[in-house]
């Protein structure tokens, strides 16, 4: 297609017809630059299939990854482009026209000839392959099943009628979809039947959160409806818009997803749908309509809808010297913006034409409306309670909800910085998001780099595909001009280059997880450092007699505290993991022959643990427990027994739910039996495999590049790459999205699954153990960020630096129970007291509970939690005392005394608590041993009484900076220095 040199194009058949004297307004981003319009290209013809299969001639239809609209609604063939890359491969529905064979017959003939020999040498030539992360292909262990045998088939939890017919498995399949399913993923709420019947619960797609059902979409900005109380957030979701069609509908479908987005299509002839992208992190609604009339009703009603450069908001700022200088009036400056013009002279109905408007509710909502090309628009200004276009319509919507200023003086529209950014990306649209991720070395920038993060680092890069609503390959647009929104773990890694400040961007965008930050560009990477340490964190020997008692209360355990065949998936795999630490100690404490120490050999005590580790173990990886793990080849996952047998068994185990809490155990007991024991791999290490997949799998992760050749599960089940964290639901409808409670357990899966990595591929710096410590960093921070709070006076008093993500009443709570996609609450499923909120999130005591609480942020929130407490019960008193040895090893020694291993969590035992303390950086001898039992078994005590606040006797020289002279920090069971610290942080303690 050739450009003439007055902007009109031509090709060989005809001229095209002169164009709307609408023009696209792309704003401007900064004070006094020139407004700039562009011309919208062609629309496109092409060969469709249609919904019944037939094929049919069609001016373009509305496919994910195609050129959708021109301008003008005239059909001009056009090439099919997405950032220099054919995507229609990609689209369920569009066919190729077949090529005119008898032209090219000999020339055909010469390259399979060629192409054949080419092949043959790529066979015989030796080569080596690139680095990529792969997994390997094995034959599954685990007994193949078909959930519909157990009475749960995927119908009756899932409607297939909502995927489009080239995403479900051929019929005769053992599978139900043609990709392993991704049960975790942000959108299932739009295909499990929701009990509000035929409207869906919603979905979160930050900034907005959406609902459908058969006739139309709903759309909320909910932080524009937030709920706060000092227990609960909660961003309501209520209909701020409803988007539909003229038409009646007769289908519609998920045709597409990947790990940053999900598309949805609404059909009511093969010639006549709508679609839309609901993309992460995008500030707009995207929709792309193919000869449908888009429909647009508010929450409550339209207040009034006008043109950008009415004369209340003149957007007077956005023109250029010539136009501000040259004494036009209003109506001058509107026709030189040409983006929309109001006919208001019918009694009923107000009529628009252009490219923008502004919609205004009463309830202080604000939309700008962006089109492709000119529509004709219709208000009846009677109800005001419908916009609908004039007539059907092909092109590109884009809707963005148009919130407060950050601004203190909330200048209006027309000096808003934000609303021209709006305005000025408003052409480059997402349909399509991807993450990747590249490994490498760092060295150390300062000396106060930590030592846990010394050596890799990840750089986590989120693609976006784009189209562009004036050119068909983007190649007239820079791919920059995408505009985006952030969450506050991703702004504070991403380089200042790609954000806008909040004076090029004064809009407040937010969601439950805080302030959203607006980044630039299709394609924006941030660096994850990855932890260096594997099964303990900077190992510290232990000697004499603490020792000596460490390792009598392992031989008590060993006895007492051993796994149960008939308990769930949940309780045997924390039992086993509690197991696998007894192995552990042992394996580091024990002495060996020749030590010079009367102690017997290995073969005694960690002979004892190994064979009670394998016993327990290898019979849960056989299946010869009451609760094993089958493979599920309906959904691509491994499942407890319990759990297919009844939904609600092993905590929706069956359904997906809470996979990576309930593995994790498994993983990291098979790592320490695997160090231990080499040739465990080798009869297990498939077994252990399946399960390391089923939760940490690196590939399929979207909807159109499947490898069920090597194995059938989804990537990364639970995690969310946005959000920056797992999420446990699975697919069970929930109002609020998808949600998880205990971040520690999370933390542990992907600890475990680093941890299997390690043992498994015999080598730590590599991309597959690399890819697990990129879970498990991800983890983490993702837990630091958005469970663990910090009020804003102590942030405000110390060195400690992290976003504030929530109101500073809330953040007084220190610690979330529950982080949902539209809510977070201070509570469990199991109750509401904060020592369940807290230590449910700390579960279970392993060595990366260090890289989870660090001592600036325990100091505050052991006292918070512990300070009015007069007792804890036994369950999870282990957790408490393990967590107060992170600021105090000294006294939580003392205290760790009193414990009684068989009645602490399950997860849990003395030993383990012990062994946690001795390994504290504060950790030192010669004050602990003498409070210690002599021989480390258990002293038996009140299943209530709390751990040892006895007041320490007070030293005259004592400074004031001591524990001891601050009352709330003795009755906390602190000692040393509190007020300030050591490091020169006063806690909470100190308060008076």
Known sequence: MANNGDGTKNNKSKQRAPRSQFHYFYGSTSDGSAAVAFSPPPLNTKEIEGEDGDHVQNELDSLVGEELISTDNEGEETVDVVNGHSRASKDPTVFSSPPAICGICSIAIVLLIVGGMVVALLFLIPHTSAPLLQTQSFA?????????????PVEGFIDMDLFHPNLIAPPGSS???VFPFPTGAFWTNLIVPSPQGALSYPIAVYPYAYRWSASSLQVSYPAGHRIVDTQTIQDTFAPDLKLSAVEELTKRYVIQFDPLSVTLRYISTPNSKWETALVQGSPYITLQYLKATPVISPWSVFSNIQCPGDADENFSDLMDDAGENSGQGFSERRQLFGVCSIDDSDPQYTTMRGVQFIFRTPEGANWIMFTSEPINLKFDKIRKTTISAAAAYTGVVRLAYIPSSQKEDEKTFDSSTGLRRLIYHSATYPIGGQVSYDFHSVTPQSSTTKADEVGRHATV????????????????????SLLMLALPHHAELLAESVKLTTKK????YRCIKGDMTPVVGSSWSYEEPLFNFDFDRNFKVVE???????????????NRVLPTFSENVYGYGKQVARLAQLAHIAHHLEPTKGSGDNVSSTDSLLGKATKQLSKYLETFLSSDVSDGLVFDSKMGG????????????????GRYNDHHFHYGYFLYAAAILGRIDPSFIERFGPHVDAIFHDVAHATNGDSTSVDSEKMFFPMTRHKSWFDGHSFATGMFPFGNGKSQESSSEAINCYYGAYLWSVVRHHDVASDLTDFSRLLLAMEIRGAKTYWHMLPSDVLGNNTITRPQVYPSKFEGNYMVGNVGMLDVAINTWFGADPLYIHMINAIPI????????????????????MGSRSSVEMAWRGYTISIHSIIDPERAWKDAQGLISYELDAALSKSQVLYFISQQPGYGRSSITESSSKNGKDEKSSPTQAPSKTIPIKIPSASSSSCENHPNCVAAGLSGECCPTSSNSFLDCCKT
């Open 544 to 558: 004499g007699s603490d020792r000596d008692l460490i390792l009598n209360q392992v031989e008590d355990d060993l």
């Open 638 to 653: 491994l499942v407890s027994t319990n759990g297919l047998h009844d939904k609600g068994e092993d905590f929706g185990n």
């Open 175 to 177: 599978q139900a979809f």
């Open 505 to 508: 961007f004064d809009l407040n």
């Open 140 to 152: 599954m262990p685990f007994p193949q099943v078909d959930r519909a045998d157990f009475g749960d």
């Open 461 to 480: 890069t989120f693609s976006y595909a784009t189209q562009s609503m004036v050119a068909p390959a983007l190649k007239s647009t820079s791919t920059q």
């Open 846 to 865: 392993t060595a990366v509970t260090n890289a989870l609480f660090e001592p600036s942020y325990v100091q505050y929130e052991y006292p918070f939690l």
